[in-house]
C-alpha cells in the first residue's frame, strides 16, 4: 500500500456511500463500517469501487493505520470511538465538510439551516437560483449528498445546501457564503446531551468561518436566531414578517420589500405564494433574502417565488375521498414541524401522531396547546403513543385513539373518524425508524394507500 491514505468511514446511508464512492476515485483505501452487520443493497451501491467491508465490527478496532474518519450524522462526535480517534491524530469530519473540499474552490455556497422548514426553504432557493440561470446544485440534508456531486461543480456554480444541525458538528473548513437561519425549536436533544444550548451551538457553527464579505441571513423574528448576529464575523442580512426593517427584507404596504443599500424593491404580495401558511411566508422570505444579498436580480426571485410549489412530504395534498382531503406531510417528524402543519390547514383535521418506532424524547404537549380547535381528533401508533397520550391528558384533549394494527388498517381508521369537509393529515411529529426507512417512505406508502381508498 505504501503511501496510500485510509479512510473509515461509518455509518452506511446515503452519505456514507457517496463518501466511500468519492474518498475510493481520489485514491483512499476505503473502510466501511456500520452498526448493522448486513445492509441489503449496499453492495451494488459500492459497485465499482474498491473497500474493505467491516460492517458489523466494533469502530474503535479499526483505527490502527487509518488517517481519516468520517462520521454519519447520526453519530455524535463524543462517541468514544471518535474521541479516541482524535486523540491518535486522526482527523474525524463529517459528509458535508468532506463534500466541501472536493467541490470546486470557486463554487459559490448557499446553506440554510434551523429547525423547521430547512428542506422547503432550500428547494425554493435551488428554484430561484436556477431561475436566474445559475449551473446549481441542491444537496445536503435534502437527500442528496454534498459528496455525490462534488466533483461536479465548476467555477461559478452554486451548491444550495440544507444543513443540519448534526451535520455542522463535525466541520473544519466549511464557508457558506450566504448562510440562512430559519428558526430555532427543540429537536434532537436526545443526540446533544438534553442540552438546548449544544443544539444551539452546533448550529451556530454554520458561521464561524464566515467573513465579513459573507452574508448571515437572520430571521428577526425568532430572538435566539436574531442573536446569532453576534457570532458572526458576516455581514448580517435580517429579513421579518412582524417589524419594519430600515435594511433586509419585510412586510410594507401588503408586499414582501427589499432594502438594501439605500434602494427598496418591491417583491411579490405573500398571497402570490402557492405554499401555504405564515411558515412558508417565513421560509419564503429566508430564500429570496439569500438570492437577492448575493446578487440575483429581483425578476428572477419573483418569477421563482411564484413558480414554487411546494416541496413532497411537505403539507403536500394526496387526494379528496368522498369530501375528505388526505394531507401528506411525513416530513413532521418533531412536534414543532407538525405545529406548523396544523397551523397551515384550513378545514377540520384527524391527526396521525407517531406511526414509527424511534423515540426522540420529544415533548408532545405544546403540539397539542397549538391545535386552535382545527384538530377534532388524533390517531396514533407506534412507540411514541405513552408519551402522546400523556400530553392529551395534561391539555385535557379527549378525542384520542390508539392503534396497533398495520399502517391501511390505521388510515382507513383515520378516514373512518374524518366526515365530509374534513382533512386526514399525517404529521407524526416523530421519526419514521423502526417501522420505516426514512420519512419519505412512510409518505409514499400513505400516498399508495390513499390512491386505492
Keep these: 500500500m505504501g503511501n496510500m491514505k485510509t479512510a473509515l468511514i461509518c455509518g452506511m446511508a446515503k452519505s456514507g456511500i457517496a463518501s466511500a464512492r468519492l474518498l475510493a476515485q481520489d485514491g483512499y483505501h476505503v473502510i466501511i463500517n456500520d452498526s448493522k452487520a448486513e445492509i441489503p ?16 465490527v466494533e469502530p474503535a478496532t479499526l483505527l490502527t493505520g487509518v488517517d481519516l474518519l468520517v462520521l454519519s450524522p447520526v453519530i455524535p462526535l463524543f462517541a468514544p470511538f471518535a474521541a479516541q480517534a482524535q486523540a491518535m491524530g486522526i482527523e474525524v469530519i463529517g459528509e458535508i465538510e468532506l463534500g ?19 428542506t422547503t426553504t432550500t428547494a425554493l432557493t435551488g428554484e430561484l437560483f436556477r431561475t436566474a440561470g445559475k449551473t446549481t446544485f441542491v444537496l445536503g440534508n435534502i437527500g442528496i449528498p454534498i459528496t455525490q456531486e462534488a466533483l461536479h461543480t465548476r467555477p461559478g456554480d452554486v451548491v444550495v445546501a440544507e444543513v443540519a444541525a448534526l451535520q455542522l458538528e463535525s466541520i473544519a473548513r466549511f464557508r457558506p457564503h450566504a448562510m440562512g437561519m430559519l428558526n430555532i425549536a427543540e429537536d434532537h436533544l436526545n443526540r446533544f446531551e438534553y442540552k438546548l444550548e449544544n443544539y444551539i451551538a452546533a448550529k451556530c457553527r454554520a458561521f464561524e468561518n464566515q467573513a465579513p464579505s459573507d452574508f448571515a441571513v437572520l430571521n428577526y423574528d425568532d430572538a435566539t436566531v436574531r442573536d446569532m448576529a453576534k457570532r458572526t464575523r458576516a455581514r448580517t442580512v435580517y429579513f421579518s414578517q412582524n417589524t419594519r426593517l430600515t435594511e433586509g427584507l419585510c412586510l410594507a404596504g401588503g408586499y414582501m420589500v427589499w432594502r438594501w443599500e439605500g434602494r427598496e424593491t418591491r417583491l411579490i404580495r405573500p398571497d402570490e405564494l402557492r405554499i401555504p ?24 426571485v419573483r418569477q421563482g417565488l411564484r413558480a414554487f410549489a411546494g416541496v413532497e412530504h411537505r ?14 406531510d411525513s416530513k413532521g417528524t418533531n412536534p414543532a414541524s407538525t405545529i406548523k402543519a396544523v397551523q397551515a390547514m384550513d378545514r377540520p383535521t384527524i391527526l396521525m401522531l407517531g406511526v414509527g418506532d424511534y423515540d426522540k424524547q ?37 378525542a384520542i385513539r390508539t392503534y396497533e394494527g398495520d399502517y391501511e388498517g390505521m388510515i382507513r381508521e383515520a378516514a373512518a373518524m374524518a366526515q365530509p369537509g374534513d382533512a386526514v393529515l399525517l404529521s407524526p411529529a416523530a421519526a419514521s425508524w ?20
Design 41 to 56: 443493497g449496499l453492495k451494488a451501491a459500492l459497485n465499482g469501487i474498491d473497500y474493505t467491508d467491516a460492517l458489523g
Design 100 to 118: 466541501y473540499r472536493y467541490c470546486n474552490p470557486q463554487t459559490q455556497f448557499v446553506c440554510i439551516s434551523g429547525t423547521n422548514g430547512k
Design 277 to 300: 401558511g405564515a411558515h412558508n411566508l417565513q421560509n419564503a422570505m429566508c430564500a429570496a433574502a439569500l438570492a437577492l444579498c448575493m446578487g440575483l436580480e429581483p425578476e428572477a
Design 315 to 328: 403539507i403536500e395534498f394526496v387526494r379528496e375521498v368522498n369530501g375528505v382531503r388526505f394531507i401528506n
Design 362 to 398: 420529544s415533548d408532545f404537549a405544546p403540539l397539542f396547546q397549538a391545535f386552535g380547535g382545527r384538530v377534532k381528533g388524533v390517531i396514533a401508533s407506534g412507540c411514541n403513543i405513552p408519551a402522546i397520550c400523556r400530553a392529551a391528558k395534561e391539555t385535557g384533549f379527549t
Design 434 to 453: 423502526g417501522q420505516f426507512d426514512n420519512f419519505e417512505q412512510r409518505g409514499d406508502r400513505f400516498k399508495e394507500i390513499v390512491q386505492g381508498l
